[in-house]
């Protein structure tokens, strides 16, 4: 693990999975919009409304491993006060906030034909607008301070502590009585879900997960040039306010 | 054809949800390339400016 925490380490590892990730992304999404549009039947009750699902579902589950991931990198961040930690975890909320966003929106979208609401505030989905503000708090935690590594530490420890809101947002629909429905395939005793709507929305499911791998290298790999950037900037800064011929105070400006 | 794009009485709802979909995951590609592409563009810049050259670490190279 420690081996990847080398940025140069953790490049060479990037550049072999982007082309894949990538790859992979697309036959999935491809395979994926094929069973979800044509080649899935319409649900008994909720009809055409169930392709919904497709595209909500995978929102939602990956707006909460994207939260995930981004707490264990915080973690991290704070323990081993690894410059790449805190970078994956800078890289990934604005992917998050967009799911998060997605989730909600085409929530709303299936919720008005079939609850007769577009909106109703009950625990799930309350919960899911607070993993929102969440993302959207640690963006904001991270570019609010002339020192950099201040809002880092600050927007890991909003990523740490707002991960209670993952379990909640998983087992509120037993937790409280609400007009979501229950979780019906990551459950005790197995999906209660016909394979011909489980095959589309795990293919959906895994290619955005892929997609956010991809995304997520994209990101890493500008943040390391962009701290390059300012490391650069400093050292050329440091230069200029250097009185000529003395080259002793060079340590530390990199 | 038409069937398929009525989605039985339902269109507005599973349409305007895959687009909302679309856009945000286009969205987010084209934001992230553009970001990248402009941060390397700098660094670029940055190194071609440097005297002597690419450098990889500074310039510790004439310290002692």
């Given at each position: 693990m420690h081996r990847f925490a080398n940025p140069a380490q953790f490049l060479r590892l990037a550049n072999v999975i982007q082309p894949w990730a990538l790859a992979v992304t697309v036959a999935l999404l491809a395979l994926g919009l094929y069973f979800a549009l044509?080649?899935?039947?319409?649900?008994?009750?909720?009809?055409?409304t169930v392709r919904i699902m497709y595209v909500h579902v995978p929102s939602a589950w990956l707006a909460l491993f994207i939260y995930t991931s981004m707490a264990v990198a915080s973690g991290m961040a704070l323990?081993?006060?690894h410059p790449l930690a805190d970078i994956i975890a800078k890289a990934s909320s604005p992917i998050g906030a967009s799911f998060t966003f997605v989730c909600l929106l085409t929530g709303a979208l299936w919720g008005k034909p079939m609850w007769g609401?577009?909106?109703?505030?009950?625990?799930?989905?309350?919960?899911?607008?607070?993993?929102?503000?969440?993302y959207l708090g640690h963006m904001a935690l991270l570019n609010a301070f002339d020192d950099a590594t201040r809002g880092q530490r600050a927007a890991a420890v909003l990523a740490l502590a707002g991960f209670v809101n993952v379990?909640?947002?998983?087992?509120?629909?037993?937790?409280?009585?609400?007009?979501?429905q229950p979780a019906s395939v990551v459950?005790?005793?197995?999906?209660?879900?016909?394979?011909s709507m489980l095959l589309p929305l795990m293919l959906m499911a895994v290619g955005f997960t892929t997609f956010f791998v991809w995304l997520l290298l994209v990101r890493v790999r500008t943040e390391l040039a962009a701290a390059k950037v300012r490391a650069m900037r400093m050292a050329q800064v440091h230069e200029a306010a250097r009185p000529a011929g003395g080259a002793a105070e060079q340590r530390g400006t990199v | 054809m038409a069937d398929f794009f009525h989605m039985g009485g339902y269109a507005f709802y599973v349409w305007a949800s895959y687009a909302v979909t679309a856009l945000v995951m286009v969205g987010l590609v084209v934001a992230s390339l553009r970001g990248r592409?402009?941060?390397?563009a700098q660094l670029r810049l940055l190194q071609e400016a440097m005297p002597g050259g690419r450098r990889r670490r500074g310039r510790d190279g004439n310290e002692a």
């Open positions: 044509f080649a899935s039947p319409a649900d008994y009750q909720q009809g055409e323990v081993w006060k609401t577009w909106w109703e505030w009950d625990a799930r989905l309350t919960a899911m607008l607070v993993l929102f503000f969440l379990p909640i947002i998983k087992f509120s629909v037993d937790w409280w009585n609400t007009l979501h459950k005790m005793g197995g999906p209660a879900i016909h394979s | 592409r402009r941060t390397e």
